[in-house]
């Protein structure tokens, strides 16, 4: 018997999941060059989709230090993600903010969306909690299938798990 929760743990129809997802992959011109780390977490994110979720992608891309770095966006990666599980995938133009608000809200269960790049702020790699808390007020559960830096004291990684119902997604 596993001493943390996994999604099998969570009920999650008609509710809006937080999935904190590595999807910090090679780019060429915005292309997405390998995808490895976005077919890894595919059978978390299609188990939540089946199960009734909506489901709010979070990752970052690079090291911009805080600032917005347009190489950096996250867009192609939903663009490709979209294209992978065969459904429309929304893209927010930030990771936080009442625009980000209402375009996770009209999410639906088995709807996608892709926020932006959270290392855009700085608050991320600090473990900030009031930044966790912003992110946190976008679900209502939170799920870690980013493996790779889940050794990380980040915001959308340590804080956001004492803020939400949190649960390790199959990754983990």
Same mark, same amino acid.
């Given at each position: 018997?596993?001493?943390?929760?996994?999604? $099998?743990?969570?009920?999650?129809?008609?509710?809006?999941?937080?999935?904190?997802?590595?999807?910090?992959?090679?780019?060429?011109?915005?292309?997405?060059?390998?995808?490895?780390?976005?077919?890894?977490?595919?059978?978390?994110?299609?188990?939540?989709?089946?199960?009734?979720?909506?489901?709010?992608?979070?990752?970052?891309?690079?090291?911009?230090?805080?600032?917005?770095?347009?190489?950096?966006?996250?867009?192609?990666?939903?663009?490709?993600?979209?294209?992978?599980?065969?459904? $429309?995938?929304?893209?927010?133009? $930030?990771?936080?903010?009442?625009?980000?608000?209402?375009?996770?809200?009209?999410?639906s269960e088995g709807g996608v969306a892709m926020l932006e790049n959270?290392?855009?702020?700085?608050?991320?790699?600090?473990n900030d909690i009031v930044f966790a808390g912003?992110?946190?007020?976008?679900?209502?559960?939170?799920?870690?299938?980013?493996?790779?830096?889940?050794?990380?004291?980040?915001?959308?990684?340590?804080?956001?798990?004492?803020?939400?119902?949190?649960?390790?997604?199959?990754?983990?």
């Amino acid at each position: 018997m596993s001493v943390f929760k996994t999604i $099998d743990d969570l009920a999650v129809a008609g509710k809006r999941v937080l999935v904190r997802a590595d999807l910090n992959m090679p780019m060429k011109d915005g292309r997405i060059t390998e995808a490895s780390r976005m077919e890894k977490t595919l059978p978390t994110l299609n188990d939540l989709l089946d199960r009734g979720a909506g489901v709010i992608v979070m990752s970052h891309l690079g090291r911009p230090g805080g600032k917005v770095v347009a190489e950096l966006s996250l867009a192609p990666v939903a663009r490709t993600l979209a294209e992978t599980l065969g459904r $429309d995938v929304s893209f927010a133009a $930030d990771c936080i903010g009442p625009e980000v608000q209402k375009a996770v809200e009209a999410v639906s269960e088995g709807g996608v969306a892709m926020l932006e790049n959270l290392r855009f702020h700085g608050e991320e790699e600090a473990n900030d909690i009031v930044f966790a808390g912003k992110l946190a007020e976008l679900g209502h559960l939170y799920v870690n299938d980013a493996f790779s830096c889940a050794h990380r004291a980040h915001a959308s990684i340590e804080a956001i798990a004492h803020l939400l119902p949190s649960a390790a997604g199959r990754l983990m």
